[in-house]
Nanobody, 122 residues
Framework: QVQLVESGGGLVQAGGSLRLSCKAS????????MGWFRRAPGKQRELVAT???????NYADSVKGRFTISRDNAKNTVYLQMNSLKPEDTAVYYC????????????????WGQGTQVTVSS
């Protein structure tokens, strides 16, 4: 099995910053793309940012220039640095990873974290 555990959420004023972390643990052979998604109240889950194992990144238009995704492959960890936060960034943020592992023999599977709440006050 593989687990993704997020941390770093919380309450911040508009214009402030937060850094989310997500660590993958368990039976891991390799991790492909990792990413962050979010679900705001009353809305569908949406992509925030993704990063491949070679470091290529992709961002939602709404966060470009404010958020930065990065990863530490040695630690199986992905980060999301969020700056200039806006009230509309308020959501539960979910970590996602495509992992080869989990079982013996290993197989590819998409995993999700439990989510971490980010609240931005105006």
């Amino acid at each position: 099995q593989v687990q993704l555990v997020e941390s770093g959420g919380g309450l911040v004023q508009a214009g402030g910053s937060l850094r989310l972390s997500c660590k993958a643990s368990g039976i891991i052979v390799s991790i492909n793309t990792m990413g962050w998604f979010r679900r705001a109240p009353g809305k569908q889950r949406e992509l925030v940012a993704t990063i491949t194992n070679s470091g290529s990144t992709n961002y939602a238009d709404s966060v470009k220039g404010r958020f930065t995704i990065s990863r530490d492959n040695a630690k199986n960890t992905v980060y999301l640095q969020m700056n200039s936060l806006k009230p509309e960034d308020t959501a539960v943020y979910y970590c996602n990873a495509g992992v080869v592992g989990g079982t013996i023999p290993p197989r590819y599977e998409n995993y999700w974290g439990q989510g971490t709440q980010v609240t931005v006050s105006s």
